[in-house]
């Protein structure tokens, strides 16, 4: 066996051992796309004058090209750093691609529609079936409650306390908005996905096993909707969405002139965004009623279950934003776009003129376990990691194996990440991503050692992500001594990956590092 197939993050990036050949067919193509297309902008770097294309590839004629990648598991905030480097480096287009945002964020907007409707109908079986439990102990104390014996039960026989009886009013039919929009609501997120090519094998949206509509409260109906709310786009999404094809060297389809192909798609695209925005505003009243007003749902938003979760939209922002979005004119802002998520699948490419003399050549990926057997064949030549660690995912289980807390995941990456032989010679950027949400979430009382019992501090914002950022480094010093490999050095840095003036600053700090790093490789400091 090779060196570099016994190493951890080798084995960690083999792919799932239950894959379907069909999965294993895709992942192939697109890693064989994926490759050809950057060893073609490989020679195209090396050869700039061989073809005339974009401005951005334009940019790696001069200067020297700096290869970075951004690493981290899925839902760390990879993505979101490129668009804010696309908003910086490239702003022109970024502009040219904003119209195309619009799609994704009506995609947005429904999946935290979903997700609202489908945690209160949860909340409210859960709720329901607590009664019935203690209802049915009430009437035969010797014997134990059967789970289902709720349905024999109405909510208004409770036991006639005002709150019971206010709380059942507040749950006959009348009022349960999720049982009457949740369908429909499912329904325009599997179109959107499927129209915008993200119908995901992954991560199908109508998936028949599940239980969200059965009635019955079930045990699987949690992981299940964290499966579900997937954004998945395949490569190519953006040519369908964007007017402007970011690095695409693919052609226009055969027989029509790329115009007539950009306004056919165009048309196409507004066409599904009216129908999704016709349902939108049909429902808008009762679910900003429920947003705003139900008591239940403001007792829920107070202890942070609709802050962040891996997958999920990021409810609470388009909730905010609802009216916004649906109002006739809509154009999305930076801020929309930054908070969308498009799940990455497979490996994305990006090249920034950063100025005269430096151009980034910039690896995102997708961080799932499943994605990270994509990763190797771009780690060779890599000068610079960008990793991203989510803090404020302390308290969450990982999607992929629901046993594993998503900071371990991170850590245990981490590791494999700065031991891998490929990547011995990369400088290391750290970013402690999510700190906003960190911090939101220690401040409505989420105690770090419950999930981290080694954590002897308080809940203080400061002293936790201090707490995290010294574990990273004390990782790393000893994954660097165990593998008997040279230090280096660990810039580290705590962020927000929305906030586009914070990483604005922090990306001209990256660049200072990465400037100094090269002189210390010249011996000239
Ligand atoms: N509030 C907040 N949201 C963030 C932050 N960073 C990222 N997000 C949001 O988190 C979600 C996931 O971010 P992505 O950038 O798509 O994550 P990724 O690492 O690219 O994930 P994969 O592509 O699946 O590997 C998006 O909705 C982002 O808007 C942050 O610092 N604060
Ligand atoms: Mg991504």
Redesign the pocket.
Known sequence: MAPIDRDPLSLALLPASNETQAQRQVRRHQEKQAKLRSDQIDKLLKHPDSCSTSTSLEAGKKGRVYKMVLL?Q???????VLKQMRLLYDPEAHERERKGWTSIVVLNLTASVRVLLQTLERYHHERAERKSLELARLESPASPASPHSMRAVSPSSATGSAVEGASARAFSPSNTAWERHLPKVMQLESELRSQLGAFGEEAPVNDPGSKVHSGVPGTTRRTKVGDKSLLLLRPGWQERLFTYARRSLSLPAAGRSSVQERSRRDEEADDDEGDALVLLRSIQADVMALWDDDVRCRALRKRGVFL?AQ?E??TSYFLEAYARIVAPGYSPSDEDI???????LGVTEDIFRIDRSLTYRIF?????RS?RAAWVPFLDDVQSIIF?APLSAFDQPLIEDPSTNRLADTFALFTQVVTHPLLRGASVILFL??I??LEKKLRQGRSLCSFWPEYQGDDDFEAVWRWFRAKFRDQLRRAEDDKGAGKRRLYVHT????STRQIKAILISVKDSILRDNLQAAGLV
């Open positions: 981290g899925a839902g760390a905030g990879k993505t979101t962040d997958s939209a990021a930054l908070h969308s998520r498009v799940r990455t995102d990926v997708g961080g799932s994605q991203l991503n999510k906003d949400l962020t927000v990956a929305t």
